[in-house]
């Protein structure tokens, strides 16, 4: 139980760094989409940088989980038709909904309850996925 308060901590403070920095507004992600400010293309840019330096780190230093396992990274091939696909996708469901994710779950609890028929359409999404994806072309 007390693993789990942690847990629960960090996406309370993931939900208030999305409503105090914007990521969440409707209208900063419509300003992204029109190219009319730089604000959430500052909050993405700024997240890549910190992964491209966090990555860095993990494999210059060989760092462990918290099981005490070196975490290793595997190449794979760059498959340019699935990536497309699956951004084309994923553009999609951002511009039908207002939001990725992450901040769906901030955005109901910021008391937008439409956001239920979003989770439970990402849910069966990937439910979706799971029964088909061995029947997918990989």
Known sequence: M?????????????GIIMS???????YRIQEMFRFQS????????????????TIFLIKRYGLKDINGTTITFQDKALQWKRYFTGGIIFGLGWALTGA??????????????????????????TYTYGVIKDRLPH
């Open 2 to 14: 007390i693993k789990s308060i942690r847990y629960i901590l960090t996406g309370i403070l993931f």
């Open 20 to 26: 105090k920095s914007e990521a969440v507004s409707w």
């Open 38 to 53: 730089f604000h959430m293309y500052g909050i993405i840019g700024s997240a890549v940088i910190t992964g491209i330096i």
């Open 100 to 125: 990725c994710p992450g901040p769906i779950f901030v955005l109901l609890g910021q008391g937008f309850p439409v956001m239920l028929l979003v989770i439970a359409g990402a849910l069966l999404g």
